[in-house]
């Protein structure tokens, strides 16, 4: 995938140029803009099975692919929160794990399945997390900018659950509460976070939906 990133952090969109008979596959929505030589066809992609799994994972049921049917041409693609995007290159070894709502699009070569972490569900962050293995470009996206942290074989941190964006495979993990006790941890404001051990790369994004919501709703005018 041919590709730039543009307007980055805040109001990031993805440039992708395609090749006569190249095609990138996007999720539902996502098309900002595009060449009249790009074709569009939308629809399940992988089964009813798999594509039942993107929608318990945060994700559209369809999928959009663009194809350069009529000789080389673009298409723009953004994501529907504010925020910064980050390419994510796949090769012969481990892939990554997105968390729920940051796929943006990827290759047609890549393979994406949802997987059931129990342990994200206890943390409030929802049940599913995607895999996304194969060989291409998966283009991902965050709400706020993307910090990105290569850890050491053995090495750990600790990453509040909402501000997880993607990890790579290779890494274990266990969901805890941040404080001793269930009730400090809620007090604190913190609640549950997610302790990471290397080897692999853990991206995480600056904001956080969960509390970006009620720190909005305060200035939202209410009827009386």
């Not at 049917?69 to 796949?90: C, K, M, R, T």
């Amino acid at each position: 995938m041919k590709y730039e990133l543009l307007y980055r952090p805040t109001f990031s969109a993805a440039r992708v140029m395609l090749d006569p008979g190249d095609a990138v596959r996007a999720e539902a929505g996502a098309m900002v803009s595009m060449s009249p030589t790009i074709t569009i066809d939308s629809k399940v992609t992988g089964g009813l099975g798999k594509a039942f799994g993107r929608l318990l994972g945060g994700e559209s049921l369809f999928q959009t692919t663009f194809t350069a049917s009529h000789g080389p041409g673009e298409v723009v693609l953004a994501p529907s929160s504010l925020g910064d995007l980050i390419a994510l290159d796949l090769g012969a070894g481990p892939g990554y794990m997105l968390t729920s709502g940051c796929f943006l699009a990827c290759d047609t070569s890549v393979q994406m399945e949802t997987k059931v972490s129990g342990r994200g569900f206890f943390a409030g962050e929802g049940l599913f997390l995607l895999r996304m293995s194969g060989v291409g470009t998966v283009l991902t996206s965050a709400f706020g900018a993307i910090h990105a942290l290569q850890l050491a074989p053995g090495q750990t941190y600790v990453v509040d659950t909402g501000h997880i964006v993607a990890f790579s495979e290779t890494m274990n993990y266990q969901v805890r509460t941040v404080t001793r006790g269930l009730l400090a941890s809620f007090t604190s404001g913190e609640g549950f976070v997610a302790e990471f051990m290397g080897p692999g790369i853990l991206y995480m994004q600056t904001r956080a939906p969960q509390s970006f919501g009620p720190w909005l709703s305060q200035y939202i005018p209410r009827g009386s």
